[in-house]
């Protein structure tokens, strides 16, 4: 009886541990239904659990599987350039005035078009998470069409470069994607995505986001405490101290910090071209943009004759430091500098103090441990505003006659500067369209209202970088380009008027690649250079092809009011006006400047 009682146990247990099993083959194969997603369905989810609202790009063959999930399923909006270019930089734009990682897509056929984009975006310390379709795993090695190793072309220029060879993978490489792209010093990742993969379904059961990484800097280290000590030591002994802020500065979203500092100390801040907006321009401690791109022959002279020089956020490029000459000997100068980027510090010029860290909690520690063990400093009040007007009242003023058929860009920036409302975003490209703005266009609230390319500075960004401020904004966009530049990007006015936003371009127009022009007549004595000018196009005709709102302003008493309407329409703007090439009035480029003044020419400074 009792083998047969243990018999009847063992039996009745193995029909429970049957029943258990069925059961959970049962859940488990309803778990595989509801959680069997394709490599198209868990992007679209881990870009919405990230928070992305935009993706900029182009279709391709490579894509549309993608597509298919994005219109079936997906809120976040699709930007449709005509360009990959285009669809790069508006990205780079995007995520500078956001605060967020931009995502671009292309594919296979283009992808070698967003270059140009990816690489001042990784210039520029941009994080963009970056995907390029591609055909089938291997089938390049076949010499399948579009089939080029995306992955070797992007990462060079990217912090990271991943290649999906297999759904499961996806949430995994896209956390990372974000992590890398937004920590320490952020930069592209790019992520090469097989077009099988859009299709191939697997069981995906780590489908979340790490919040922490949908916005940038994702992380604030502070810098080592003890080198922040020794920093306010050589501040408090300094006798003509300055603060020069790059753009890391506004990648950090400093502004409080750096004031907190400034105002403590009462040190002069001043910025690089593509630092512009670190502190409002209009603060009495300003000294507005320094360098070989906007700086002005006042805020150069004075931090040239600095005893000290704190950067912050800088990576000390050739344009913001004149060519490194704009601090003098650095023999006879004291040298601090903050970057969240190591690489950076102490790249160019001997340090006495060389700190990483983030700029606005390393600063912020810096004012507490003044206030803190320094509650008695009283530093003698600076205020600058008299020496900017009176530089700024000596350009706007100085009615220098223009070549015939030009009109003063001086003139254009003053008044815009005049009309533009707090909520107004501006971009422009290297050239005479970015150089005058960068040194008359005064940012009185702080932050990203002023975009430019100076990283790399290739042409035709500034319409597209318009374009990203547009989906990232929402007041009007101020476009200045150059007809060299607009050449590059005239397709993507289609995409302008199709959006339904308030840009306005404003073409400074001479028939010329001006910079090429200037350099070559004004430092390598050519008479007349023969691979600079091109023949005229009537924009104000094109412009108008693509629906455009047109003006072209032929007399300095028509700018304002042109101006004005176009701020006004909400739409898509076009304003022609020619102004004069490079070599007929010198701008703000100093040694240009000393050129000018050899032989003579007349020259803004």
């Known amino acids: 009886m009792a083998s047969l009682h243990s018999f009847r146990e063992i039996t009745i247990e193995l029909y429970y541990a049957l029943c258990i099993d069925l059961y959970t083959a049962w859940n488990s194969g309803e778990r595989r239904r509801m959680t069997m997603m394709n490599g198209a369905q868990v992007i679209l989810r881990m870009l919405e659990l990230h928070g992305v609202d935009h993706v900029f790009g182009l279709p391709g063959e490579t894509t549309i599987g993608w597509y298919k999930e994005w219109q079936k399923s997906s809120p976040i909006e699709f930007v449709l350039t005509r ?50 379709s591609d055909i089938p795993v291997n089938q390049d090695k076949k010499h399948g069409l579009t089939g080029v190793d995306q992955t070797k072309l992007y990462e060079s220029i990217c912090k990271e470069s ?37 299709h191939d379904e697997e069981e995906i059961t780590d489908l979340y986001a790490d919040s922490d990484y949908s916005e940038y800097p994702a992380h604030r280290p502070v810098a080592d405490h003890a080198k922040i000590r020794k920093a306010i030591d050589v501040l408090l002994a300094a006798e003509k101290p300055v603060i020069v802020c790059g753009q890391g500065a506004l990648i950090s979203r400093a502004t409080q910090a750096i004031l907190d500092l400034a105002e403590l100390l009462q040190i002069p ?12 321009e209009t603060h009495p401690l300003s000294l507005r943009v320094v360098g070989a791109r906007g700086g002005m022959e006042y805020s150069n002279a004075y931090v040239g004759s600095a005893d000290t ?10 344009s913001s430091t004149n060519h490194w000459k704009l601090y003098g000997d650095p023999a006879t100068t004291t040298f601090l500098h903050l970057d969240i980027a190591e690489a950076h510090i102490g790249n160019n010029y001997p340090l006495a103090v060389g700190m990483v860290g983030d700029a606005r909690a390393s600063l912020t520690y810096m004012a ?109 966009v101020i476009s200045f380009t150059g007809d060299g530049s607009l050449a590059f990007v005239l397709g993507d006015f289609e995409t302008i008027k199709r959006s339904g936003k308030n840009v306005t371009v404003i073409l400074t127009r001479n028939d010329n690649y001006g910079w090429i022009r200037g350099e070559a007549i004004l430092l390598d004595d050519v008479d007349a250079p023969w691979t600079t000018d091109f023949g005229a196009v009537d924009y104000v005709k094109v412009a108008e092809g693509f629906g455009f709102a047109t003006a072209r302003i032929t007399s300095a008493d028509q700018i304002e009011a042109t101006l004005a309407e176009a701020i006004a329409n909400p739409g898509a703007n076009f304003i022609e006006m020619m102004v004069p090439s490079q070599d007929k009035i010198i701008p703000f480029v100093p040694p240009w400047i000393e050129a000018a003044k050899e032989k003579k020419l007349p020259y803004f400074y």
């Not at 801040?269 to 409002?280: C, D, E, S, Y």
Request: proline letters at 10%; one cysteine or more.
């Open 309 to 318: 020089v704190f950067f912050v956020g800088s990576n000390t490029d050739s």
């Open 162 to 198: 991943f290649h999906l060879t297999n759904v499961r993978d996806i949430p995994h490489l896209m956390r990372r994607a974000f992590r890398v792209a937004t920590s320490g010093r952020p930069a592209p990742v790019h992520i090469r995505v097989p077009i099988n993969i859009f």
């Open 269 to 280: 801040v001043a910025t690089t071209t593509p630092g512009k907006g670190a502190i409002p």
């Open 368 to 476: 507490e441990l003044i206030r803190a063990e320094h509650p008695e400093l009283d530093r003698p009040t600076l205020d600058l505003t008299e020496m900017k007007r009176t530089a700024l009242d000596a350009v706007f003023n100085s009615n220098i006659p223009m070549p015939e058929g030009t009109v003063s860009p001086v003139k254009l920036t003053q008044a815009l500067d005049k009309l533009l409302p707090p909520n107004a975003i501006v971009t422009a490209e290297p050239g005479v369209a970015a150089i005058y703005p960068s040194a008359l266009l005064s940012v009185r609230e702080a932050g990203r209202r002023y975009i430019t390319n100076y990283s790399m500075g290739a042409l035709g960004y500034s319409v597209p970088a318009g374009i990203g401020a547009a989906y990232a904004g929402d007041g009007p």
């Open 83 to 132: 360009d990959e270019r285009t669809a790069a930089f508006a990205a780079e734009s995007y995520a500078k005035i956001t605060g967020k990682p931009a995502v671009l897509e292309a594919p296979s056929p283009g992808v070698t078009h967003c270059t140009p984009g990816i690489t001042e975006a990784f210039l520029s310390s941009v994080p963009i998470i970056y995907f390029s």
